[in-house]
């Protein structure tokens, strides 16, 4: 799914926290990519009116100071028009209201910013390179939260590639078999909930990971999944 031929990206990186930004910045370093780190709103938007044509994708906490919150994407959507691809870290979000005006700015999608630094990369690569990436017929939200699983008596933990309302892509080295039936456990962005699914995993690619198809969610639960994905 890596493109065939080299194109490096620029990325901004908004957070307030030394430690973030410099783990990111690091890992797209490290793969050929130039990352800018950002610390405060002002150098934020003064970055995206600098250099809005050469910035190919802004990562940023919704806490960043000091006017943290959605005004802060409403500021640069003034800048960009709605140019830029705008990912927020899952971690910052407050509540289900902020997602639901997020989606309305065109936020892209969501990403943890504790992510280990092998998960970085893969976590940003669909909206790098969205060229790249097969687009399915069911809506799916580019998500990376995390994830819990677990068959026969064994219990592993992972990250999420994106979120649809019949399921979720899992990423992973160690995939499991088609057909394989599992129980995932995962929460989304803004609520304080766990939701459990029993699953079935319809693909498995030890280069990506695995997708899983749910087979019993709560209704409660299912309802919530289709207000975040729609």
């Known amino acids: 799914m890596a493109p065939s031929t080299f194109t490096q990206k620029t990325v901004v990186v908004a957070d307030d926290t030394a430690l973030v930004r410099d783990r990111f910045s690091v890992a797209l370093k490290d793969a050929g990519h130039r990352a800018i780190g950002i610390k405060n709103v002002p150098e934020l938007l003064s970055q995206v009116q600098t250099d809005l044509d050469r910035i190919d994708l802004v990562v940023l906490d919704l806490q960043l100071t000091p006017s943290p919150g959605v005004e802060m994407v409403r500021a640069i959507r003034k800048l960009d028009a709605g140019k830029l691809p705008i990912l927020v870290f899952s971690g910052s979000i407050s509540n289900a209201e902020q997602v639901r005006e997020l989606t309305g700015l065109g936020i892209a999608g969501y990403v943890n910013e504790h992510s280990a630094m092998q998960h970085i990369l893969p976590s940003l690569a669909p909206h790098l390179f969205p060229e790249n990436f097969n687009r399915r017929t069911s809506v799916r939200v580019v998500l990376s939260i995390p994830v819990a699983y677990h068959w026969e008596n064994t219990l592993a933990t992972a990250f999420t590639l994106n979120l649809s309302k019949g399921g979720l892509g899992v990423r992973t080295m160690s995939p499991l078999n088609t057909g ?46 289709d207000e975040f994905v729609d």
Do not use: C, Y
């Open 180 to 225: 394989t039936k599992i129980r995932v456990r995962f929460r989304l962005p803004g609520s304080d909930h766990d939701i459990e699914a029993d699953s079935r995993v319809v693909w498995s690619d030890h280069l990506v990971g695995m997708g899983l198809q749910f087979e019993h969610v709560d209704s409660s639960d299912q309802s919530n999944i």
